[in-house]
Each structure stands twice: as structure tokens, then as C-alpha cells.
């Protein structure tokens, strides 16, 4: 069996805080005054992660108890949807601008919405552990994807059978983060199923012959499934073999799918939005969370180790 060289990954420091702004309501200011850290503000989060996001947010409503943020889960394209009609004063989505909503900024002569970098996640491929399959490439993929005819099996003389291709709707940032990531803008023509929720998508392929498509941090504390290790080459044109999905190899840039989580705000504001969204990617305690949860968080110093398998 091959081995694998594993990097353990260190949180080193993360001494930078939300920033101590004008979070006191002004002398004769009413009890309704938004402030960073006090107020009401609702902030759209995309469903694939929203669990996620959801599980850290009692660290921001204990820190600041006159703060009632709510978080609401929808599609990533009903995120950015009703944040370009500036529906929304703020976002947390796992993907960037898709092409045609850059195009959108462009031909309105828009500049990027303020965005913060909460943390990184990755795109992966899964089954379920007894699934005979361990590793995949970036090419194969990407075949079986835009190339109706192209099965798995072919490829995979182990497996008996076609799995099916499970993952969310075109709506989700899962879908935008392969069009970014494996087929360059082009839309998928292999078949799919898909599924309303994370929690609908690991049922499916641990009951069924299929392979998943979703997040490492949808999956990565069920012992039941695994992430197919991935192979591609870099851009140097140098081919860097399958090694497990690990925080460590994104942080080494050793994973071809890694997916930013972003938090966006309308305008660069010192506001409620602003105060939860700068909470979220620099707090300490969140960000060690992130570590835990097994993705990168988007905010601290690294130290590799280099550990043999």
C-alpha cells in the first residue's frame, strides 16, 4: 500500500479580534440604535453550510447578548440573488461570484461587493466505506461530467455497476463550485440526483451504489463515508498524486477543490453585519471551531509538521 506523507495542521495564533469600534449607543439614542454589537440584523446563509455556521453562533449571541442576528438558510443563488437586489444586508455563501453575476457587477460598473474570507472548505467526491473505490483524478471527473456517454465503470474496471451522481440543485454553491472547478463555466451533461439538503445527500449514498458531491464539512465526522483522494495536475503541468482529503493538504494547496467561505456585506459600513460578520472570521474561539470541524479557518497562522502515515 502506498504511503502518504500527512501534515498536522497547528492553529499558532490568532490574536486579532473584532475590532473595539463605537459599539455604545450615543447618550439620548434609542433602545433601537444599531450599533457593531447591538441591534437586529438578518443574514441570509447558504443551506450546504448553514449547519456549520449555525453551531458557532451561540459563541457570538453569548459575547453580545444586545445583538440579535438571525441566520436563514436558502440557496447560494438566492443568497447572492437577493443580495445584488440589496434584499439583503449581508451573506455568508460558500463560492464567489458566478460568471454572470461578475458580468452583472461589470456592466453596471459595480465594484466588488466588501467580502471577508471566514473560512476554507473543500468540494469532494464521497461514498460510502465500503464503496471499491478509493481515488479518482480531476481528469476523469471532469469527463464523466461533461461527456454524456462517459461512465465511471468504464474507468473502474472494480466497480460491477454505474453508481449514480448525487449532489444538490443548480442552485446551490455545490454546482457553481464544479462549473468553477472541474469543467471550466461548462454546464454538467452527465446525469445527476438531486437532493434539497446535506442530510438527504448522505442518506442517499449510504443506502445506495452512488457517489456524492458536497462538502468536507458535511462529512467529515461520519465514519461511515469517505472522500475519494484525488489526483490532477497542478500549473506547472506537474501531476501531483491522490492524497487524503485533509485540512493540511489545502493548506499546502495539495487539493484541487478547495472551496472559500465568504461573508458579504452591501457596503464597508461599521454596522450589525459588519460587527458579526468580522466576529465570525476573526474570533478565536470560532476559528479554533473551524479547525476542529476539520476545514481551514480563514484566519490564523500555520505551522505544517510533516508526520509519516
Not at 445583538?67 to 451573506?91: D, H, N, W, Y
Not at 469527463?143 to 468504464?154: C, D, G, I, R
Not at 450589525?272 to 460578520?277: I, K, Q, R, V
Amino acid at each position: 500500500m502506498m504511503k502518504n506523507n500527512l501534515c498536522l495542521v497547528i492553529l499558532a495564533a490568532l490574536s486579532i479580534v473584532i475590532s473595539s469600534c463605537d459599539d455604545k449607543p450615543k447618550p439620548g439614542a434609542t433602545q433601537d440604535t444599531e450599533t457593531v454589537r447591538a441591534g437586529k440584523a438578518e443574514i441570509l446563509c447558504d443551506e450546504s453550510i448553514y449547519q456549520l455556521i449555525k453551531n458557532i453562533t451561540p459563541v457570538y449571541d453569548t459575547a453580545f447578548p444586545d445583538a440579535k442576528v438571525t441566520l436563514k438558510p436558502v440557496t447560494a443563488r438566492e443568497a447572492m440573488s437577493q443580495f445584488f437586489a440589496v434584499k439583503s444586508r449581508g451573506i455568508i455563501i460558500a463560492r464567489d461570484y458566478m460568471r454572470d453575476e461578475d458580468s452583472a457587477l461589470k456592466a453596471n460598473k459595480h465594484e466588488p461587493h466588501p467580502h471577508f474570507l471566514i473560512a476554507k472548505d473543500a468540494l469532494v467526491f464521497f461514498v460510502k466505506k465500503s464503496f471499491p473505490l478509493d481515488t479518482i483524478s480531476k481528469n476523469q471527473i471532469r469527463e464523466v461530467l461533461l461527456n454524456s456517454k462517459q461512465t465511471f465503470k468504464a474507468y473502474f474496471a472494480n466497480l460491477t455497476t454505474e453508481p449514480s451522481l448525487i449532489m444538490a440543485s443548480e442552485q446551490s454553491s455545490t454546482y457553481a463550485n464544479i462549473l468553477k472547478l472541474i469543467t471550466n463555466n461548462q454546464l454538467p451533461k452527465h446525469s445527476y440526483i438531486a437532493v434539497e439538503s446535506p442530510d438527504s445527500l448522505k442518506m442517499k449514498v449510504k443506502s445506495e451504489n452512488a457517489i456524492g458531491v458536497g462538502y468536507l464539512s458535511q462529512i467529515i465526522k461520519d465514519t461511515s463515508l469517505k472522500a475519494l483522494m484525488v489526483g490532477y495536475e497542478d500549473s506547472t503541468g506537474e501531476h501531483v498524486y491522490p492524497k487524503p482529503v485533509h485540512q493540511s493538504y489545502m493548506v499546502m494547496e495539495k487539493y484541487p477543490f478547495v472551496v472559500p467561505i465568504y461573508g458579504f456585506i452591501q457596503e464597508e459600513r461599521q454596522n450589525l453585519p459588519w460587527g458579526f460578520l468580522t466576529f465570525m472570521r476573526t474570533d478565536p474561539r470560532i476559528q479554533q471551531y473551524f479547525l476542529n470541524a476539520g476545514i481551514v479557518p480563514g484566519f490564523g497562522k500555520f505551522d505544517l509538521v510533516p508526520l509519516e502515515d
